[in-house]
Every structure is written in C-alpha cells, then in structure tokens.
C-alpha cells in the first residue's frame, strides 16, 4: 500500500438535534471536536414518516408545473 494518502481517522463527538450524544471515528475536524447535526435520522422526514412541504422560489415550481401540466394530468 502507498504511505500518506489514507485520510486521518480520528475520534469526534456528534450531537444530534435532541441533544443526545455519541463518540466515532470520522475525517470530520480534528481529534476531540464536535459535529452538530441539524437533521438527523430522528428529525428528518425521510425517516420520521412526515410530510415535506414544496416550496416555490422564484416561481421554479410554478412554471414547471406550467410547463408540464399536460404531462402530470393536472
């Protein structure tokens, strides 16, 4: 194997969104620092079961709907 292309393993905190607290490997930072999640397996909807909420920004949503209308049988 090649010396010094393998990335540095090292142990990291991560914080999930309820606060809750566990101790990994990662590439993340620096020995000893810590990740802050904002979305999470126990928050984000792919897991959770939740809706999600299409937002329209600068009208992106409205003229592709618009624009394929007859396609999406609307």
Known sequence: MKKDIHPDYH???VVMTDGTEY?????????GDTLNLDIDPRTHPAWTGGTQQLLDRGGRLSRFK???NSYLGS
């Open 11 to 13: 142990r990291i905190k």
């Open 23 to 31: 101790t990994t490997r990662s590439t993340y930072g620096s020995e």
């Open 66 to 68: 618009n624009k394929f």
